[in-house]
């Protein structure tokens, strides 16, 4: 089979009454474009965020619809989708999306269409259509565990660096901890003082916790590229070290695709329930400080105007809006602000869903950082704070293209450089 065959075959197979009433529901409205940071960035009628599920509808109309033979008879029929389709359905799903799923807000017929997309990226990934720098991470990360190419013996080496250089205890593979620690390849190489961040608030509040050697990699770049097999291989990872060394928890870092991906598969792994907790280190940090564990400044921050970017799939998809809050407030409570919109309704950075993974993508996403140039131009904050570390790297990228006077930091890190030590 061609790839076009074997696009339609996985859509074949895969769609059900739920996906064709929904494909059937939509009104043609074009709201969702109001949602999109690609569209609103670029105002590009090919990014509005309908246009991107169309290899599901042109399938649907080829070989599911009811009325597909009198369409054929009309000469309505799609035509078979040409190599330079096939492409133009890669960049729309792949580089001009970050399947943040806000235009699902902006739906009135409340289609979810960052479920929609995700599967039209399974349908390009079975048809092996996976744009090539997205496609060789979710290679390395099968062979080396690590979608950077992070190999075990550097990962250590890594962890011992960033001990001695912090003066942290790094904890690794030691069985009956209460909890596993699982940080991405992002931070070990390029934020690596979210580890020895977290390392200090755990060690501060007196958690027993380790990393792993098995289960070292929280980000699943085949969640990037809609691959389910690698999906749920690299969740099982995770899962199966958890296991191995019966801790009561797992502490995903800042990752937002991390944390949904591992929630959403962990507990449908073993047709049971699952022996451990899953937590986003938002909550982990708001326990601490709720139960009195750590304890922290409240003066440290007073001098900077510090806002915070809501992490789509942390606080819109997580539901993680009032935990960070919480911590910023405990941090910085006379200087943090708010972007307009936030929570729920916040703008999507244009990084996530891996298109900071493909470079052909460089351009589009920056334009759909315009949207959020807006937002911080509008209270001109000295810090940008997000909990994601793609994010991150984003605005960090963002705001050095638009020459933008504000700093990015991760919360983990800001929470411990608040941590009171002493008494």
Known sequence: MDATDKLANYFVQRIDGQVLAQLESCLQCGLCASACPFFLGTDNPEHVPIRKIE???VIV???LSPGRRLFSWLGLTPPRPDEVTLQQWVSQAYLACT???RCALACPMGLDLGSLIQLTREGLAAAGLVPPSLADAVER?????????VPQDLYEDRLRWISEEEGVTIPLDVEGAESLVVFTSIELIKFPGNIAALAKILN?????WTMSTAGREAVNFATFS???????????????????LNVRRIILSECGHAYDTVRRIAGRLYGQPLPFQIENVLETISRLIATGRIRLRRDVFNKERITFHDACKLQRLGG???EPRFILNTIAPTSFVEMTPNREAQLCCGGGGGVIANPEADEIRMKAFLPKVEQLESIL?????????????????????YNLDVTVRGITEMVAEALITDG
Do not use: M, W
């Open 141 to 149: 990360q099968k062979h080396t565990g690590s979608p950077l190419g």
């Open 55 to 57: 290899p599901l509808k």
């Open 61 to 63: 109309q080829r070989e």
């Open 226 to 244: 809609g691959e389910t097999e690698e999906q749920v291989a690299f969740v099982k990872r995770i899962t199966e070290a958890a296991l191995q």
């Open 320 to 322: 993680l809006i009032e």
């Open 204 to 208: 501060t509040a007196g958690e027993h």
């Open 99 to 101: 399947v943040c799923n």
């Open 381 to 401: 904050p000295d810090v940008v704070v997000t909990a994601c570390s793609t994010c991150r790297l984003q605005f960090i990228d963002g705001t050095r293209y």
